[in-house]
C-alpha cells in the first residue's frame, strides 16, 4: 500500500507537468505575444524532458513491478497499474537518443514543410518525409509488432487497431461513399446562393456560445476562444477549453466547429472526478474522442430537428436576413455536399475519402511498398479515383497537412473510426432514448449527454475502443451503420435512392 | 567548462519551472474557470516541489562549488555562479519540512484571513498571524541574521538592506508626510465634482492601451489584460504581461494603475536577452522594481508636462464630458491628496505612512516587543497619529492586506524604498537629461526609457539595490530627495510653504 500510495504520487506529478505543458501550449496558441515563442519553446521542452525522465526512472518500473503482483485483481487500482505499466513499457522501449533524434527531425520537418507548402514545393519536403518514414519504422521495431510495421504506429493513437482491421472497413466506405458522391454530383443542387453574404461576427460568437451552454458544456470548468486553427484541450477534468474562428462570410464554419470541439469537450468533462490524475482518467484513445465530436457536429448538429430548434435564434440572431429562408433551407444548406480538395473543409460524404486515401499511402510507405518521390502522384491519382477532383498543385495536395511533418503517421484513421463509432453508437442511442429527435427538436440535450455520459465517458481508460463499442452496441467497429446513416440521410436531402443492405464488414475480433 | 554547462542547464530548467508556474498563476488570475482551481493547485504545487527538489539536489552543491574556484573573476560566468551559490545556500538552508510546514501555514491563514476581513473578525485571523510571526522567526534563524530577526526577513525581498537603515530613514518619512498632510487638509481642496460621473470603460481601455504604446512597452513582447488585482508578470524577458482593472466611475484608476504596471514590465522587458535563464537576468529585487512603477506612475504620470500632453488625447477619448476641464483641473485632479484608511488607495502623500505603520508592527512581532493581539490597537493608534484616521473595523484596518496570510513579513518597506528610490533617480535623470520634462510634454518618452535600460534594466542582477542607488546617484538609499520631490510638488498644487532643507537620512553605509 505504501508502494502504491508512492506510484500513485509519482504518476499524478508526471500527469501535473503534461496538465502545465498543455496550458503553456493554450496560451501559445491563444494569447501569446509573438516574441514570446523562444521563451515558450524552451519551457515545454523541460517539460517534456522532466515528465519523461521522471517518468522512466528506473525506480518507476520497481514500483509498477512490486504492485503488479499486489494489487488486488479487477480493482480500479488493478487497472491503474496495468494501463500504467503499458504506458511505462511504451516509454522504455524508445532510447531516449532515439526520442532525442526524432524531436529534432520533427522541428527540421515542419519549418521545411511550412516553407514547401507556402510554395508548394514537394522536393524541399521530400527529404524529411523520408526521414520521418524512416524513423517511424524504426519506432515501430523499437515497439514491435506482429503483422505489419503500421500496427505499432496505430496503437500510439487507437490501442488494438491493426492494419488488417481497417482495410475492409475502409475498402468498403471508398467504394460506397464514392458511389454516393456520384450520386449527388448527378442530382441537382441546392439553392444556397444566398449564404454568400456578411454574417456580422459578434452575432455568430453569441450564437455560438449560447448552443454550446445549451449542449452541456460547463462554462465553470471550461471557456471558449479564438485561434488560428480550432482545437480542444484540457487541463484537468474541471478546466476543459476549446477554441474556434469566426469567418465574416461564413455562417455555418464558427457554429458547426464549435459544436465539433463541444463533443470532444463534453467528454473530457465528463471523466469521473474520482480518476483525476490516475492512468485511468483519460479519453481511451483518438478514435472514440472523433467519435463524440463528429456525433455532435454531424448527427446532431447538422439534424433536421436540430435546426428545427435552432431556426428561429438564428433568424433572431441575424435580423432580416433569414426573414426568407425557412427550415429545410437551413438544413439543406447547412449539409450541402461539394467534393473539395482540402481535407479540413470536406462534408461528411467526402471525408472519409480523404481519410482513405492517406491511409492507403501511409500504409504503403511504412510497409515499403510505396516511395516517398511517388506520394505526389499516388495522392493526385487517389483524389481522380475517389472525388473526381484534379490537384493543382501538392500545396492543395499532398503537403496540406501538418501531421506527417510532426511524423504522426498513423493518425489520419481515427478520423475516419470516429465517423464510424459515432453511428454505430448513434443506433444504440436511438434504440435506447425513443424520444431523442423530439428531445433535440425542443432543444432538450440533456438525455443524450447523460447516456453519452454514462456509456462511454465515465469508462475512461478502463477498455479499449472496439471492446467498448462491441459491448455498448453489441458489434465489433463496423461500416455498414455509418452507410446506411449517410445514404438515408442524404438520399432525402438529394432525392436520390441508395438503399443497399449492408454488407458483412465488422472489424474482425 | 563541461561542468558549468552542466550547472547553466540545471539551472536554466530550474527556471523554466518557475516560468511555467508562472504562466499557471497568470492563468488563474486572468482567465481560469472557477472549477479549475483545484487542479491548479496541484499543478503548482508540483512545479514549486520539482523546481525546489532539482535546485537543492547535491550534484547542484557540488556543481557549485567546483565552478565557485575555477570561473574567471569579474566575469559573467564567475557573478553568475556567485548568485547561484547564494540563492542555493539559501535554498537549503531551509529544512525540506520546515517549507512544507510553511506552506501548509499558509494556505491555512490564507482562508482564515478572507474570512477574517469578510467578517472583520480579528480573533479568526490571529492564530494564524501567531503561527506566521512563530515561523517567520525561525525562518530568521534558519537563514542566519547579525542584528534582528527582521533583517532575515528583509533579505528574502531587499537584498543588502537592515532594519537599522531603514528605522531613520521611515522616521523621517513619518514626520515630514505627517506635516505635509496635516498643512494640505487646513489648504483649499480642488473642486474635483466633475470626477464624479460616468467614464465609458472601453474608451478607458482604449486610452491605456496608447499610454503603454506611447511609454514604449513592446506589445509584441506582452499583452494587458483585465483581472481583479492588477499585477506585472513575466514568462520571459520577451513575454512580459500586465493587467489592469477598469472601473466605470473613474477616470485616473485604470490608467495610473497601467502606467505603474508598465513601470514594471518596462523593467523586465528591458533585462538583458543574453542573461535569459541565467541567475543574471532577473531584476535586483522589490525597491528597485517599485522604484520603476512608482517613477512612471507618479513622478511622470501624475506630472504637469504629462498632462500637458495628453489632455487632448483624453479630451478626444471622452468627447463633451472633458470640454471645461483643463490641464490644471486634470493635473489636480489627478494628484487630489485625500487621507484614506486602504493602502493600495492611498496617494503619493499619505502612502509611506502606510508603509511605515505596517513596518513598525512586524518589526515589533518579529523582535517579541508586540504580541499579536495587540496589533489591531497599535494599528488604530498609528492610524490616528500619522493619518488623523479612526478605524471604523479591522477589516478596514489590520486585516485589510493579503501579504501577512502569505507569510510575507518584511514586504511591505520595499514600497516606500522604491518611492526614495524613484526620487533619487529622477534628480539625477533631470540632471543628465536636461530636456526630460519638455519631452515628456511632447509625448517624448524615449530618452527616460533608454536612460532607465542603461543604468537600471541591463544591470540584471549584478548588483544590490544600495550600491546600484549609491553608484547611479552618489548617495546611498535616503529620503531627502522623496521628500523634496513632495514638498515642492504638493506645495505648489496647494499653495502652502513646506520648504525644510533636507536631514541628514542617508542610510548608512
Same mark, same amino acid.
Given at each position: 500500500?505504501?508502494?502504491? /500510495?508512492?506510484?500513485?504520487?509519482?504518476?499524478?506529478? =508526471?500527469?501535473?507537468?503534461?496538465?502545465?505543458?498543455?496550458?503553456?501550449?493554450?496560451?501559445?496558441? =491563444?494569447?501569446?505575444?509573438?516574441?514570446?515563442?523562444?521563451?515558450?519553446?524552451?519551457?515545454?521542452?523541460?517539460?517534456?524532458?522532466?515528465?519523461?525522465?521522471?517518468?522512466?526512472?528506473?525506480? !518507476?518500473?520497481?514500483?509498477?513491478?512490486?504492485?503488479?503482483?499486489?494489487?488486488?485483481?479487477?480493482?480500479?487500482?488493478?487497472?491503474?497499474?496495468?494501463?500504467?505499466?503499458?504506458?511505462?513499457?511504451?516509454?522504455?522501449?524508445?532510447?531516449?537518443?532515439?526520442?532525442?533524434? %526524432?524531436?529534432?527531425?520533427?522541428? $527540421?520537418?515542419?519549418? +521545411?514543410?511550412?516553407?514547401?507548402?507556402?510554395?508548394?514545393?514537394? +522536393?524541399?519536403?521530400?527529404?524529411?518525409?523520408?526521414?520521418?518514414?524512416?524513423?517511424?519504422?524504426?519506432?515501430?521495431?523499437? @515497439?514491435? %509488432?506482429?503483422?505489419?510495421?503500421?500496427?505499432?504506429?496505430?496503437?500510439?493513437?487507437?490501442?488494438? =487497431?491493426?492494419?488488417?482491421?481497417?482495410?475492409?472497413?475502409?475498402?468498403?466506405?471508398?467504394?460506397?461513399?464514392?458511389?454516393?458522391?456520384?450520386?449527388?454530383?448527378?442530382?441537382?443542387?441546392?439553392?444556397?446562393?444566398?449564404?454568400?453574404?456578411?454574417?456580422?461576427?459578434?452575432?455568430?460568437?453569441?450564437?455560438?456560445?449560447? &448552443?454550446?451552454?445549451?449542449?452541456?458544456?460547463?462554462?465553470?470548468?471550461?471557456? *471558449?476562444?479564438?485561434?488560428?486553427?480550432?482545437?480542444?484541450?484540457?487541463?484537468?477534468?474541471?478546466?476543459?477549453?476549446?477554441?474556434?474562428?469566426?469567418?465574416?462570410?461564413?455562417?455555418?464554419?464558427?457554429?458547426?466547429? /464549435?459544436?465539433?470541439?463541444?463533443?470532444?469537450?463534453?467528454?473530457?468533462?465528463?471523466?469521473?472526478?474520482?480518476?483525476?490524475?490516475?492512468?485511468?482518467?483519460?479519453?481511451?484513445?483518438?478514435?472514440?474522442?472523433?467519435?463524440? /465530436?463528429?456525433?455532435?457536429?454531424?448527427?446532431?448538429?447538422?439534424?433536421?430537428?436540430?435546426?428545427?430548434?435552432?431556426?428561429? $435564434?438564428?433568424?433572431?440572431?441575424?435580423?432580416?436576413?433569414?426573414?426568407?429562408?425557412?427550415?429545410?433551407?437551413?438544413?439543406?444548406?447547412?449539409?450541402?455536399?461539394?467534393?473539395?480538395?482540402?481535407? &479540413?473543409?470536406?462534408?461528411?460524404?467526402?471525408?472519409?475519402?480523404?481519410?482513405?486515401?492517406?491511409?492507403?499511402?501511409?500504409?504503403?510507405?511504412?510497409?515499403?511498398? !510505396?516511395?516517398?518521390?511517388?506520394?505526389?502522384?499516388?495522392?493526385?491519382?487517389? #483524389?481522380?479515383? @475517389?472525388?473526381?477532383?484534379? =490537384?493543382?498543385?501538392?500545396?492543395?495536395?499532398?503537403?496540406?497537412?501538418?501531421?506527417?511533418?510532426?511524423?504522426?503517421?498513423?493518425?489520419?484513421?481515427? @478520423?475516419?473510426?470516429?465517423?464510424?463509432?459515432?453511428?454505430?453508437?448513434?443506433?444504440?442511442?436511438?434504440?435506447?432514448?425513443?424520444?431523442?429527435?423530439?428531445?433535440?427538436?425542443?432543444?432538450? %440535450?440533456?438525455?443524450?449527454?447523460?447516456?453519452?455520459?454514462?456509456?462511454?465517458?465515465?469508462?475512461?481508460?478502463?477498455?479499449?475502443?472496439?471492446?467498448?463499442?462491441?459491448?455498448?452496441?453489441?458489434?465489433?467497429?463496423?461500416?455498414?451503420?455509418?452507410?446506411?446513416?449517410?445514404? *438515408?440521410? @442524404?438520399?432525402?436531402?438529394?432525392?436520390?435512392?441508395?438503399?443497399?443492405?449492408? /454488407?458483412?464488414?465488422? #472489424?474482425?475480433?
Amino acid at each position: 500500500m505504501a508502494d502504491l /500510495s508512492e506510484l500513485k504520487q509519482r504518476y499524478a506529478e =508526471v500527469h501535473d507537468l503534461h496538465m502545465a505543458a498543455a496550458v503553456l501550449q493554450w496560451d501559445q496558441e =491563444v494569447l501569446m505575444p509573438p516574441k514570446g515563442a523562444k521563451g515558450r519553446g524552451e519551457q515545454l521542452s523541460t517539460l517534456a524532458s522532466l515528465a519523461h525522465r521522471l517518468f522512466t526512472n528506473a525506480d !518507476m518500473g520497481a514500483l509498477i513491478e512490486s504492485e503488479k503482483s499486489s494489487a488486488a485483481p479487477g480493482t480500479d487500482d488493478a487497472l491503474a497499474v496495468e494501463e500504467l505499466a503499458y504506458d511505462y513499457e511504451r516509454a522504455t522501449r524508445l532510447p531516449e537518443s532515439f526520442v532525442a533524434e %526524432f524531436t529534432e527531425a520533427q522541428s $527540421a520537418a515542419y519549418h +521545411a514543410w511550412v516553407k514547401a507548402r507556402e510554395g508548394s514545393d514537394f +522536393a524541399l519536403f521530400k527529404p524529411h518525409l523520408e526521414r520521418m518514414v524512416d524513423l517511424s519504422r524504426r519506432k515501430a521495431d523499437y @515497439y514491435g %509488432f506482429e503483422d505489419s510495421p503500421y500496427d505499432a504506429l496505430l496503437e500510439e493513437y487507437e490501442r488494438g =487497431v491493426t492494419a488488417a482491421q481497417l482495410t475492409p472497413l475502409f475498402a468498403l466506405l471508398a467504394e460506397r461513399q464514392k458511389a454516393l458522391v456520384a450520386a449527388i454530383a448527378a442530382a441537382p443542387a441546392p439553392d444556397i446562393a444566398w449564404l454568400d453574404q456578411e454574417w456580422p461576427v459578434d452575432a455568430q460568437w453569441d450564437f455560438t456560445m449560447q &448552443v454550446l451552454r445549451d449542449l452541456g458544456y460547463d462554462f465553470d470548468a471550461g471557456r *471558449q476562444d479564438k485561434s488560428v486553427h480550432p482545437f480542444t484541450t484540457h487541463f484537468d477534468v474541471q478546466d476543459v477549453r476549446i477554441t474556434t474562428r469566426v469567418h465574416p462570410r461564413e455562417l455555418f464554419s464558427a457554429l458547426t466547429g /464549435s459544436i465539433h470541439e463541444c463533443g470532444h469537450a463534453l467528454y473530457e468533462q465528463g471523466l469521473r472526478l474520482e480518476d483525476r490524475r490516475t492512468p485511468l482518467g483519460y479519453a481511451i484513445g483518438l478514435g472514440i474522442h472523433e467519435s463524440q /465530436s463528429r456525433l455532435w457536429e454531424n448527427m446532431i448538429g447538422r439534424s433536421r430537428p436540430f435546426w428545427e430548434h435552432y431556426a428561429p $435564434a438564428l433568424r433572431a440572431a441575424f435580423p432580416e436576413k433569414l426573414d426568407a429562408i425557412g427550415v429545410d433551407e437551413l438544413y439543406r444548406a447547412v449539409n450541402a455536399v461539394q467534393p473539395s480538395l482540402i481535407r &479540413v473543409e470536406a462534408d461528411e460524404c467526402t471525408y472519409n475519402l480523404h481519410v482513405v486515401l492517406r491511409f492507403e499511402i501511409e500504409q504503403a510507405l511504412i510497409e515499403g511498398t !510505396m516511395r516517398v518521390e511517388d506520394v505526389p502522384e499516388a495522392w493526385n491519382a487517389k #483524389m481522380g479515383e @475517389y472525388l473526381g477532383l484534379e =490537384v493543382p498543385d501538392d500545396a492543395h495536395g499532398c503537403l496540406q497537412d501538418i501531421h506527417w511533418s510532426h511524423g504522426s503517421l498513423g493518425y489520419f484513421p481515427t @478520423y475516419a473510426l470516429g465517423n464510424l463509432y459515432a453511428a454505430q453508437l448513434m443506433e444504440t442511442i436511438e434504440r435506447d432514448l425513443p424520444t431523442l429527435w423530439d428531445d433535440i427538436a425542443t432543444g432538450k %440535450f440533456e438525455p443524450l449527454l447523460t447516456w453519452l455520459r454514462e456509456k462511454v465517458h465515465r469508462v475512461g481508460r478502463r477498455k479499449r475502443a472496439p471492446q467498448l463499442i462491441e459491448e455498448i452496441t453489441g458489434t465489433p467497429p463496423e461500416s455498414a451503420p455509418f452507410l446506411r446513416y449517410l445514404e *438515408q440521410k @442524404y438520399g432525402e436531402l438529394y432525392g436520390i435512392d441508395l438503399s443497399v443492405s449492408a /454488407s458483412a464488414d465488422a #472489424m474482425g475480433g
